[in-house]
T-cell receptor, first 114, second 114 residues
Framework: DVKVTQSSRYLVKRTGEKVFLECVQDMDHENMFWYRQDPGLGLRLIYFSYDVKMKEKGDIPEGYSVSREKKERFSLILESASTNQTSMYLC?????????????FGEGSWLTVV | KQEVTQIPAALSVPEGENLVLNCSFTDSAIYNLQWFRQDPGKGLTSLLLIQSSQREQTSGRLNASLDKSSGRSTLYIAASQPGDSATYLCAVRPYGGATNKLIFGTGTLLAVQP
């Protein structure tokens, strides 16, 4: 069974804190993604990575950064958390190559910034 | 700019009924379209992936169709069950730009009443 694991399901952080969200996939996928999901806005892409140490900005990268030092791990970093970053964060992965591949999601990380 | 719309936002049906969920997109230049299911507080599970050259895909009681020229897709659920209650999202993978990027609709919340 394919698996995308987000290590933290629920986090509460204070404004200004540095926050790390970790994601690991066990499918040897080249592409990994971070989305946030908000009511009425749907899923919006923050960053994605198509290879180790490679990253591309998505639609809403401001206030976030990412790290991909190993193929299986993709981390989302909030350098200085703000209340408007309270959201559900979803990690996903797909194989490389053709554009017709199914995308696999993790269970999500609920972040509350107070 | 590609936009994906799902109407209605919410739907309630009695158990056993056949139902159709709708997804429309503004730009027909897509590689594929996917339908997902999301249970409350969880990640997304891929249900069906339709390539741009295909007209439909089937899996069990689910059938998804794609009409690129009109910018529409439907997800047909036969003989609905309470366990089908969830949010259903569609997403397109557009040509051009960051080709790994999916554009999501905001979903239809389905409730199947026993």
């Amino acid at each position: 069974d394919v698996k995308v694991t987000q290590s933290s399901r629920y986090l509460v952080k204070r404004t200004g804190e540095k926050v790390f969200l970790e994601c690991v996939q066990d499918m040897d996928h080249e592409n990994m993604f971070w989305y946030r999901q908000d009511p009425g806005l749907g899923l919006r892409l923050i960053y994605f990575s198509y290879d180790v140490k490679m990253k591309e900005k998505g639609d809403i990268p401001e206030g976030y950064s990412v790290s991909r030092e190993k193929k299986e791990r993709f981390s989302l970093i909030l350098e200085s958390a703000s209340t408007n970053q309270t959201s559900m964060y979803l990690c996903a992965s797909t194989p490389g190559g053709a554009y017709g591949n199914t995308i696999y999601f993790g269970e999500g990380s609920w972040l509350t910034v107070v | 700019k590609q936009e994906v719309t799902q109407i209605p936002a919410a739907l309630s049906v009695p158990e056993g009924e056949n139902l159709v969920l709708n997804c429309s997109f503004t730009d027909s230049a897509i590689y594929n379209l996917q339908w997902f299911r999301q249970d409350p507080g969880k990640g997304l599970t891929s249900l069906l992936l339709i390539q741009s050259s295909q007209r439909e895909q089937t899996s069990g009681r689910l059938n998804a169709s794609l009409d690129k020229s009109s910018g529409r897709s439907t997800l047909y659920i036969a003989a609905s069950q309470p366990g089908d209650s969830a949010t259903y999202l569609c997403a397109v993978r557009p040509y051009g730009g960051a080709t790994n990027k999916l554009i999501f609709g905001t979903g239809t919340l389905l409730a199947v009443q026993p």
